[in-house]
């Protein structure tokens, strides 16, 4: 057998007696007497010597248990500090690439007129601020140039004008046909050049609002244009957003303002820094996801829009006191871990626990910073410990009694029958007495014969039966084996069983008979190593 299935049986015996244990205990909660724990297992439950030596422990105070250095080699007990140190977690994702919407400009014609000269002709031009887009003719304008330059003149002949009401109005005017100049997007350096010049141009020049790329164009040279009409698009990519999802039970390690990062497949090696801008207020209703947007800086315009992405979220958790992941072992309703006391001892203590960061938990309760415990096979230990409080506490139950020790300790008015070591076994069933044996007389992990011998109400041998034993191990889990008996010389029936391993065993023998109700008998057997 190799020493993985060994293991693993061993693990499955060991939680199997604890929770039939576990469960008598709690069962007789009632009685007013509490459970005394204390004592020697082997001493006051029968003798469980062969069970310790499997899985290498043995019980030293309730709940704690003892591994020999030789055992935490063999199971892989390693231990770990409990320590003060920096907690980050990285949230891993992906998302795709989407222009910052605050940087989009839509440029719209503030007049009626027909487009004269177009210099941005197609769509994806990269645009500068106050570049030239187009030029447009537009009656209304020639018009409000021609006003302008009237108030202008107006203005220049009455500036000396004794009436102080005169000079005003003048100014007024002047003003008026400015601002509305203004506000059809003339620049302050046209108007200027208007009034220089001193006559009104047919077509005027509008310029580019800000800097980006044009991602969409609706105009050509000789079209008419309204004001309602969206003439250019214009997007500035230095900065871009990155759209990414994140699931629920990540919502509360996410801020606004914390460090992200982003690469590609097509610029592999190289990472772009970016930050937390915006969480969403609402879970998508089918992926039960929530969208966090990422900004990143973009020099050189690699980053472009609809492009995948893979995002990383750093979470700095600050130092915390922690302990690995694999340190703690979560039942559901309480979390464990196990304190190395030396000289081999493990003591288990509950512990509260915060987040899970990179593998580590923050400790909130239960741990001090500086102590050891065991990092891995915790799940062995818990086995064994909850194995030793068991039968501590049942062992210091009132009216418990053993065979041949009746009015001693044990539960009341209830025989704890004492393993079979080795020897024949009789047993009357119906009309016939069933004697069981085995070669050697004490059986041993391996192969063994089972022997036997039936004889009827009269003392004469049976010898025309078929006989089945079917054997297997008293723990949960474990698949029974099926052997046919051959009648030998001596009147005997006989088996090959092999017993694989120490421990008790259930011998379960079947008896048929042409005519005759079948007959079946259990008996147990301990096999020695």
Known sequence: MTFVKTLKVTALLILGLALF??????????????????????????????????AGMESVTPGTVMVSPEKQQLIGVRTALVERRPLVQSIRTVGTITYDETKLTRVHSKIDGWIEKLYVDYTGKLVEKGQPLFTIYSPDLLATQQEYLLALKSHERLATSSIPEVRSATASLVEASKKRLSLWDISEKQIHELGEQGKPQKTLTLYAPNS?????????EGMKVMPDRELYTIADLSTVWVNVDIYEYEIPLVKMGQQAALSLSYYPGQVFNGKVTYLYPYLDEKTRTLKVRLEFPNPGFKLKPDMYVNAEIKVDGGRQVAVPGEAVLDSGLRKIAFVDKGGGHFEPREVKLGAKMDGYYQVLSGLQEGEKIAASSVFLLDSESRLSEAMGAMAGMPGMEKEGTQGKEGMKGMKMDAPVKGGPQEKKVQDLTLLLSTQAEKPKAGENIVRLKITDKAGKLVKDAQVSFIYQMTMPGMAPSKAGGRLSRDGFYEAKANLAMAGEWEVHVVVRRAGQKEVQEKFRLVAQE
């Open 21 to 54: 244990a576990s469960g008598y205990f709690w069962g007789l909660k009632g009685n007013k007497e509490p459970p005394t724990a204390g004592g020697s297992v082997a001493a006051d439950v029968g003798n469980t010597k062969g069970m310790e030596s499997m």
């Open 212 to 220: 980006g790329f044009v991602l969409k164009k609706d105009i050509n």
